[in-house]
T-cell receptor, first 112, second 112 residues
């Protein structure tokens, strides 16, 4: 089944403890991206990647890192999480410039 | 980057046709228009996409006037399961719409 898989689905951590949220797609898509969703703010893009080793900042990249060493994986790294990064995170991918985005089921992160 | 404006919320009774309008006054020549649906605790799901005039699929219709400064998503005979948030996006078909703007969407509530 074609899908975007994020792990974990839920994560509670403490301020400053490095964490990684994984994202994997099995559709051989070149484009992948990360979003965060907060009440009243909608979905905001954090980072995106056009292909392996090609990444760029979205609207809200501060406090986040990404890497794209393989086509299928696009992990989101929080080196030193803070409470304002408590949010619902979505990974997405698409095959070409005018094809629809496929989203994962989200990761709900709480930073205390 | 063309941004969009949508109503925050709408209510409709079951069985009625629902039209959600999106304003995108700064849409560029290369931009296309895409609508997504999101249920609670799930990632957005693609509904329909168009560039001009009218597009119809098994789920919805998309109406785009000649000036393309707005678009209308039409959902025929909604049911309770259509209760969701609907997002209108505009993106550049040539450069890949790297930074799609989701906004806060329109929360549709279908009433029995």
């Amino acid at each position: 089944e074609a899908q975007v898989t994020q792990n974990p689905r839920y994560l509670i951590t403490v301020t400053g403890k490095k964490l990684t949220v994984t994202c994997s797609q099995n559709m051989n898509h070149e484009y992948m991206s990360w979003y965060r969703q907060d009440p009243g703010l909608g979905l905001r893009q954090i980072y995106y990647s056009m292909n392996v080793e090609v990444t760029d900042k979205g609207d809200v990249p501060e406090g986040y890192k990404v890497s794209r060493k393989e086509k299928r994986n696009f992990p989101l790294i929080l080196e030193s999480p803070s409470p304002n990064q408590t949010s619902l995170y979505f990974c997405a991918s698409r095959s070409s410039y005018n094809s629809p985005l496929h989203f994962g089921n989200g990761t709900r992160l709480t930073v205390t | 980057l063309a941004k969009t404006t949508q109503p925050i919320s709408m209510d409709s009774y079951e069985g009625q046709e629902v039209n959600i309008t999106c304003s995108h006054n700064n849409i560029a020549t290369n931009d296309y228009i895409t609508w997504y649906q999101q249920f609670p605790s799930q990632g957005p799901r693609f509904i329909i996409q168009g560039y001009k005039t009218k597009v119809t699929n098994e789920v919805a219709s998309l109406f785009i006037p000649a000036d393309r400064k707005s678009s209308t998503l039409s959902l025929p005979r909604v049911s309770l399961s259509d209760t969701a948030v609907y997002y209108c996006l505009v993106g550049d078909i040539w450069t890949g719409a790297n930074n799609l703007f989701f906004g806060t969407g329109t929360r549709l509530t279908v009433i029995p």
